[in-house]
């Protein structure tokens, strides 16, 4: 106890000695090293982070160019090759055996398309309205994870599937029924998805204020909540047009090939479609069957570019028109 | 038995045709709950259909699998056998005597090719992502916008005619022979001299892909980058850092595993691409490519060749070698699939409530 | 066409040998003659009908004259001429899921098995060629080469074209210091089937052996191969690539001239060169007459006949069991008719022009027999 008491005072630890800011000596200091260091004499980021700082966004904006780059050269090596021999008869005139022109692939393609609009289109839809608005925690994230799986499986399965299953096993031959089903079920789930996401972005006191006026809820779903999701809605139809214009490998075992226009019956008659001839034609040793691989190209790119700006022009006009809740 | 197949509700019964219906069906159509049946079936069918394709594989594929056994994964042959001799059985199954099918060199095709977009689309496409959402103006940023839907709607098989009739051999003539000479002989970097080719391979298979995945992985970085909050690039910027110094400190490994995400996705779209690479790749059956622009195939190109002919093997083993494949590639990717949506989901649940209410 | 056809035949009249059945033609057709006109049962339905046809892309230019032709006479009939494989055309006609098939190849025995009911009919007669782009060696020049030589060099034994086997076959001709690059078929190919049955039968105890004949072989992994797609792929690939050597099919002559392609002289079995020609394909196939069965499934390959030119195949339209119903059946039987008719399909205007030779009357009875068969 006394030793305690006798203790001497000790002054405290060094590290606790209180700072003592000198604002005299640190505006004598050198200031700090150029170049390596955060700051320069004026208090500006350093040269090496500047350098840094554009080296960095220069990259940046040379990707941007470098993913422009690659588009530009498909597009111009395609219309190069194709716009100086093109005539309009291509449009006009269906393939032959020694040439003619690509009428019965573009009018298949068409049929194909729409076909798969109808038919994708409506299982889309109603999966996504059930989706959004009926189906439960689990049942609904079960249902949900099932057709995403779905969308990653490669389109060549599908392909593959869809030839033994229908083209062979169900006896249906290569034919517009097969190439249809492939191709939904190709299709289906990104239908599905864009319509949930776009229902469930309509504010729900739409849905509530229907329901005060008392409407059912399937004249509601009709009349209301689709409608305000139009725009939604037709991305992913948009998108199912999109695939269905520039799928090959699903339909070369699906919908076989054919040299006549496409007849409306749906087994046992192949049909032709635009890919196929870029697909198949490009190494035929004959000049009149290369050209006219580029000129299906050329086709396609032209209705791709054509699907986009539609799809950009609806985004826009929707964008004008939203209401915010 | 009548009274109790009639609602309580009903206030008269059911007249004409209706009465045939049965009492169920009646009440759905009355009280609108039919939709929810109808749309329920619709949601069913994606789940069903993908039922019935991994049925069918597998049916096909089985007793491919009971011949080929676990081997099949480990070995590069392509074999057809003798299909103009008698045809053997092995445990039950008819195939031509000598036939010996194995996955390995597509396989590691099929990964080499993707691994190589992902390489070389994933710095590309985070780059633009980043230009687009904190550099460039807006009007830029929707036309670049616009580029990358363009790009991604093109079909695969215009990629694939640019490879082979522009891009291959512009790359063989100018690039492939400066690389290759230019490599030192060390044990890594010998996979990269050699034989240039004709531009059909391995590297401009992959240079193909990547083209095609960019914009998937740009889009989704484009997407996760615009979700960064405000309020840290703006603490950022008030400790003094720079704009490449936000970038690369706060908004990159905010999203990180989102971009990491976006790569995977990029990865499995790449893995089940078909047409470009069948036509890019040099269809190379049964042996393992010898250098980075040596010809090889894919297990999704050669389906799509080999299928058209599988069936003039008369026993139908071909057939079912091809299901055996298409069972493979259906697995990889689903797995990529799966991985890659774990990656993305998990940026849209970060936890700091920084930004929520500013 | 058909018109120039019946006037052509009515010049050549006898080259064909004409049967009892054909004694209708025996006179000489004035040349304004109703084309077509000529048998019974040539003429197809009146109803419209679409046929699709896969297959050899060796037979496929012909397939695409007769297609145009018959399609300008009968214009109800629209045939669609696909060149893919003849493995693809034995396998559609097998499914079922193509009207004709085309295939250098006869089916397997076991293919017949499976499907019972299906037929292989021999259209014309054929050859393939064995090109080489070798600079150095003037057109006028035709190396010779044999089987032992071309399995060497697919086997990657011969690397180079001034290699001493090589030079042994050729004397005087002086051949560059230039690596082999072996181009052979990506895709299931009768003309696979033909070149490795040639080298089968040549090298029974090496290639005949280890590797032997198909449509779809397994070419060993040597290191200056390169695998095109289709006879047209064929040519391109070989134009394009120093030091070539490719078997291509003879419907394909013209395009190997423009492409300044050398043509190989071959070693049939009795020791003798020959270059594919109107004369040594007919000589060579002259052995085989008596020895065709009646479903026609038979190798022509390396037969023994002095002038004869050893790899040489009827060209078979691969029939499917059951035809998709009874109009598809019937016009595909009066387009077949029309096809071995000497003055239809086989008449010269169309076969001189793919370098094709007609059938004789003896065989073309087995195939009209066969087609009798065709059921829908």
Redesign the interface.
């Given at each position: 106890m006394s030793e305690l008491q006798n203790r001497p005072p000790t002054s405290p630890a060094p590290g606790l000695q209180p700072a003592f800011v000198d604002l005299g000596s640190q505006a004598n200091q050198e200031p700090p090293a150029a170049g390596g260091g955060a700051l320069d004499l004026y208090g500006r980021p350093s040269w090496g982070r500047r350098a840094a700082n554009a080296v960095g966004w220069g990259a940046c904006v040379l990707a941007v160019v470098l993913i422009g780059a690659p588009l530009f050269w498909v597009v111009y090596g395609v219309v190069a090759r194709a716009v100086p021999h093109w005539h309009w008869s291509v449009i006009t005139t269906p393939t032959s055996a020694v040439g003619g022109g690509l009428a019965n692939e573009i009018v298949g393609t068409l049929l194909i398309t729409a076909g798969v609009v109808v038919l994708a289109g409506t299982v889309g839809i109603c999966s996504g309205v059930y989706l959004s608005e009926y189906a439960k925690g689990r049942t609904g994230a079960l249902l949900r994870s099932g057709s995403e799986v779905l969308a990653g499986v490669p389109s060549i399965v599908l392909g593959y599937v869809g030839y033994i299953a229908l083209v062979i096993g169900a006896h249906w031959q290569f034919s517009l029924a097969a190439a249809l089903v492939t191709l939904s079920v190709l299709t289906v789930p990104y239908i599905a998805k864009t319509t949930e996401s776009a229902l469930r972005q309509v504010p729900t006191s739409y849905r509530e204020g229907a329901e005060a006026l008392g409407m059912s809820q399937v004249r509601t779903m009709t009349r209301i909540t689709l409608k305000a999701a139009v725009p939604g809605v037709t991305t992913g139809l948009l998108i199912a047009i999109a695939i269905s214009v520039g799928e090959t490998a699903p339909l070369l075992y699906t919908a076989g090939f054919s040299d006549s226009m496409p007849s409306l019956s749906l087994t046992h008659s192949p049909v032709g479609y635009l890919t196929y001839a870029v697909w198949t034609f490009y190494n035929q040793p004959s000049v009149t069957f290369q050209q006219l691989s580029y000129d299906a190209a050329l086709v396609l790119v032209v209705l791709v570019a054509a699907l986009v700006c539609l799809s950009r022009a609806i985004v826009a006009r929707s964008q004008r028109y939203a209401e915010r809740a | 038995m009548a009274l109790a197949a009639r609602h309580p509700l009903e206030a008269e019964p059911p007249r004409g045709w209706a009465a045939w219906l049965p009492a169920a069906v009646r009440r759905a159509a009355r009280?609108?709950s039919?939709?929810?049946y109808?749309?329920?079936?619709?949601?069913?069918?994606?789940?069903l259909?993908?039922a019935?394709?991994l049925a069918?594989?597998a049916a096909?594929a089985w007793p491919a699998m009971k011949v080929n056994g676990t081997g099949f994964l480990g070995r590069s042959?392509?074999?057809?056998?003798?299909?103009?001799?008698?045809?053997v059985r092995t445990d039950g199954v008819l195939h031509?005597a000598?036939s010996e099918y194995g996955a390995l060199a597509l396989i590691v095709g099929t990964l080499a090719s993707s691994g190589l977009a992902v390489v070389f689309a994933v710095?590309?496409?985070?780059?633009?992502a980043?230009?687009?959402v904190e550099?460039?103006p807006r009007r830029a940023s929707y036309v670049?916008g616009?580029?990358?839907?363009?790009?991604a709607?093109?079909?695969?098989?215009?990629?694939?005619?640019?490879g082979?009739?522009?891009?291959g051999p512009a790359l063989a003539r100018d690039v492939y022979p400066v690389v290759a000479k230019h490599m030192p002989d060390i044990a890594v970097l010998r996979f990269l001299r050699g034989d240039t080719g004709?531009g059909e391979g391995l590297l401009t298979a992959g240079l193909v892909l990547a083209?095609m995945i960019?914009p998937i992985v740009?889009a989704t970085t484009r997407d996760l980058l615009r979700q960064v909050p405000a309020l840290a690039k703006e603490g950022a910027a008030a400790l003094?850092m720079?704009?490449?110094?936000i970038?690369?400190k706060v908004s990159v490994p905010w999203v990180r595993s989102g971009i990491i995400g976006a790569a995977v996705l990029g990865l499995?779209r790449a893995?089940?691409?078909?047409?470009a690479v069948a036509?890019v790749s040099?269809?190379?059956?049964?042996?393992m490519p010898?250098n980075l622009y040596a010809?090889m195939g894919t297990v999704?190109s050669t389906?799509?060749?080999?299928?058209?002919?599988?069936?003039?093997?008369?026993?139908?083993f071909e057939?079912r070698t091809?299901?055996e494949l298409?069972l493979v590639?259906?697995v990889i990717?689903?797995l990529?699939?799966?991985a890659a949506?774990l990656l993305v989901r998990k940026v849209s649940t970060v936890a700091l409530p920084v930004g929520r209410g500013v | 066409m058909l018109t120039a056809a019946a006037a052509a035949a009515a010049l050549t009249l006898g080259t064909a040998g004409l049967t009892g059945a054909s004694t209708a033609l025996a006179a000489p057709r004035p040349a304004h003659a109703k084309a077509g006109a000529t048998k019974s049962n040539e003429i197809p339905p009146k109803a419209k009908v679409n046929l699709s046809e896969t297959g050899s892309t060796l037979l496929y230019p012909l397939f695409q004259l007769w297609a145009a032709a018959y399609h300008k006479h009968y214009p109800n009939i629209t045939i669609t001429p696909q060149g893919t494989g003849s493995g693809t055309g034995i396998s559609d006609a097998s499914s079922g899921t193509v009207n004709i098939g085309a295939s250098d190849a006869y089916l397997s025995p076991t293919v017949f098995a499976q499907y019972p009911g299906i037929e292989n009919i021999a259209l014309a007669i054929s050859a393939q060629m064995i090109n080489y782009n070798v600079k150095g060696v003037p057109a006028s020049v035709h190396l010779k080469l044999d089987g032992g030589v071309l399995a060497g060099i697919y086997e990657g034994h011969i690397t180079n074209w001034d290699a001493p086997q090589v030079r042994a076959l050729n004397p005087g001709v002086k051949l560059p210091n230039e690596k082999i690059v072996a181009l052979h078929r990506s895709d299931s190919s009768g003309d696979t089937f033909l070149f490795s049955s040639y080298l089968s039968d040549t090298n029974p105890s090496g290639w005949g052996k280890t590797i032997g004949y198909g449509t779809s072989i397994s070419f060993p992994a040597i290191p200056n191969a390169l695998a095109e797609e289709g006879n047209g792929g064929m040519v391109t690939g070989c134009a394009a690539t120093p030091g070539c050597i490719a078997y291509i099919g003879i419907s394909y002559l013209a395009k190997t001239e423009a492409a300044h392609l050398g043509e190989a002289m071959l070693q049939n079995r009795d020791g003798f060169f020959h270059l594919p020609n109107a004369a040594t394909i007919t000589a060579e196939a002259a052995a085989a007459y008596s020895q065709t069965p009646p479903d026609e499934a038979l190798s022509l390959v390396d037969d023994t006949a002095k002038a004869g030119y050893p790899i040489i195949n009827y060209e078979y339209a691969i029939i499917p069991p059951k035809q998709p119903n009874g109009t598809d059946a019937k016009a595909v039987k009066a387009f077949l008719y029309w096809a071995i008719d000497p003055t239809g399909g086989s008449s010269p205007a169309f076969l001189d022009a793919v370098n094709f030779q007609p059938l004789p009357a003896s065989i073309a009875q087995l195939s009209a027999a066969q087609i009798a068969k065709i059921k829908g």
């Amino acid at each position: 106890m006394s030793e305690l008491q006798n203790r001497p005072p000790t002054s405290p630890a060094p590290g606790l000695q209180p700072a003592f800011v000198d604002l005299g000596s640190q505006a004598n200091q050198e200031p700090p090293a150029a170049g390596g260091g955060a700051l320069d004499l004026y208090g500006r980021p350093s040269w090496g982070r500047r350098a840094a700082n554009a080296v960095g966004w220069g990259a940046c904006v040379l990707a941007v160019v470098l993913i422009g780059a690659p588009l530009f050269w498909v597009v111009y090596g395609v219309v190069a090759r194709a716009v100086p021999h093109w005539h309009w008869s291509v449009i006009t005139t269906p393939t032959s055996a020694v040439g003619g022109g690509l009428a019965n692939e573009i009018v298949g393609t068409l049929l194909i398309t729409a076909g798969v609009v109808v038919l994708a289109g409506t299982v889309g839809i109603c999966s996504g309205v059930y989706l959004s608005e009926y189906a439960k925690g689990r049942t609904g994230a079960l249902l949900r994870s099932g057709s995403e799986v779905l969308a990653g499986v490669p389109s060549i399965v599908l392909g593959y599937v869809g030839y033994i299953a229908l083209v062979i096993g169900a006896h249906w031959q290569f034919s517009l029924a097969a190439a249809l089903v492939t191709l939904s079920v190709l299709t289906v789930p990104y239908i599905a998805k864009t319509t949930e996401s776009a229902l469930r972005q309509v504010p729900t006191s739409y849905r509530e204020g229907a329901e005060a006026l008392g409407m059912s809820q399937v004249r509601t779903m009709t009349r209301i909540t689709l409608k305000a999701a139009v725009p939604g809605v037709t991305t992913g139809l948009l998108i199912a047009i999109a695939i269905s214009v520039g799928e090959t490998a699903p339909l070369l075992y699906t919908a076989g090939f054919s040299d006549s226009m496409p007849s409306l019956s749906l087994t046992h008659s192949p049909v032709g479609y635009l890919t196929y001839a870029v697909w198949t034609f490009y190494n035929q040793p004959s000049v009149t069957f290369q050209q006219l691989s580029y000129d299906a190209a050329l086709v396609l790119v032209v209705l791709v570019a054509a699907l986009v700006c539609l799809s950009r022009a609806i985004v826009a006009r929707s964008q004008r028109y939203a209401e915010r809740a | 038995m009548a009274l109790a197949a009639r609602h309580p509700l009903e206030a008269e019964p059911p007249r004409g045709w209706a009465a045939w219906l049965p009492a169920a069906v009646r009440r759905a159509a009355r009280d609108g709950s039919w939709a929810r049946y109808l749309t329920g079936a619709a949601a069913l069918l994606p789940v069903l259909a993908l039922a019935a394709v991994l049925a069918v594989l597998a049916a096909k594929a089985w007793p491919a699998m009971k011949v080929n056994g676990t081997g099949f994964l480990g070995r590069s042959t392509w074999q057809p056998g003798s299909t103009y001799a008698a045809a053997v059985r092995t445990d039950g199954v008819l195939h031509p005597a000598g036939s010996e099918y194995g996955a390995l060199a597509l396989i590691v095709g099929t990964l080499a090719s993707s691994g190589l977009a992902v390489v070389f689309a994933v710095p590309l496409s985070v780059g633009a992502a980043l230009a687009v959402v904190e550099k460039l103006p807006r009007r830029a940023s929707y036309v670049v916008g616009m580029f990358l839907e363009l790009l991604a709607g093109i079909p695969s098989v215009v990629f694939g005619l640019w490879g082979i009739t522009s891009f291959g051999p512009a790359l063989a003539r100018d690039v492939y022979p400066v690389v290759a000479k230019h490599m030192p002989d060390i044990a890594v970097l010998r996979f990269l001299r050699g034989d240039t080719g004709y531009g059909e391979g391995l590297l401009t298979a992959g240079l193909v892909l990547a083209v095609m995945i960019v914009p998937i992985v740009a889009a989704t970085t484009r997407d996760l980058l615009r979700q960064v909050p405000a309020l840290a690039k703006e603490g950022a910027a008030a400790l003094g850092m720079n704009d490449w110094e936000i970038a690369c400190k706060v908004s990159v490994p905010w999203v990180r595993s989102g971009i990491i995400g976006a790569a995977v996705l990029g990865l499995a779209r790449a893995l089940g691409e078909t047409m470009a690479v069948a036509m890019v790749s040099g269809s190379l059956l049964g042996t393992m490519p010898l250098n980075l622009y040596a010809k090889m195939g894919t297990v999704a190109s050669t389906i799509v060749q080999q299928l058209d002919g599988a069936f003039s093997d008369g026993t139908g083993f071909e057939v079912r070698t091809l299901a055996e494949l298409a069972l493979v590639l259906a697995v990889i990717t689903l797995l990529t699939n799966v991985a890659a949506r774990l990656l993305v989901r998990k940026v849209s649940t970060v936890a700091l409530p920084v930004g929520r209410g500013v | 066409m058909l018109t120039a056809a019946a006037a052509a035949a009515a010049l050549t009249l006898g080259t064909a040998g004409l049967t009892g059945a054909s004694t209708a033609l025996a006179a000489p057709r004035p040349a304004h003659a109703k084309a077509g006109a000529t048998k019974s049962n040539e003429i197809p339905p009146k109803a419209k009908v679409n046929l699709s046809e896969t297959g050899s892309t060796l037979l496929y230019p012909l397939f695409q004259l007769w297609a145009a032709a018959y399609h300008k006479h009968y214009p109800n009939i629209t045939i669609t001429p696909q060149g893919t494989g003849s493995g693809t055309g034995i396998s559609d006609a097998s499914s079922g899921t193509v009207n004709i098939g085309a295939s250098d190849a006869y089916l397997s025995p076991t293919v017949f098995a499976q499907y019972p009911g299906i037929e292989n009919i021999a259209l014309a007669i054929s050859a393939q060629m064995i090109n080489y782009n070798v600079k150095g060696v003037p057109a006028s020049v035709h190396l010779k080469l044999d089987g032992g030589v071309l399995a060497g060099i697919y086997e990657g034994h011969i690397t180079n074209w001034d290699a001493p086997q090589v030079r042994a076959l050729n004397p005087g001709v002086k051949l560059p210091n230039e690596k082999i690059v072996a181009l052979h078929r990506s895709d299931s190919s009768g003309d696979t089937f033909l070149f490795s049955s040639y080298l089968s039968d040549t090298n029974p105890s090496g290639w005949g052996k280890t590797i032997g004949y198909g449509t779809s072989i397994s070419f060993p992994a040597i290191p200056n191969a390169l695998a095109e797609e289709g006879n047209g792929g064929m040519v391109t690939g070989c134009a394009a690539t120093p030091g070539c050597i490719a078997y291509i099919g003879i419907s394909y002559l013209a395009k190997t001239e423009a492409a300044h392609l050398g043509e190989a002289m071959l070693q049939n079995r009795d020791g003798f060169f020959h270059l594919p020609n109107a004369a040594t394909i007919t000589a060579e196939a002259a052995a085989a007459y008596s020895q065709t069965p009646p479903d026609e499934a038979l190798s022509l390959v390396d037969d023994t006949a002095k002038a004869g030119y050893p790899i040489i195949n009827y060209e078979y339209a691969i029939i499917p069991p059951k035809q998709p119903n009874g109009t598809d059946a019937k016009a595909v039987k009066a387009f077949l008719y029309w096809a071995i008719d000497p003055t239809g399909g086989s008449s010269p205007a169309f076969l001189d022009a793919v370098n094709f030779q007609p059938l004789p009357a003896s065989i073309a009875q087995l195939s009209a027999a066969q087609i009798a068969k065709i059921k829908g």
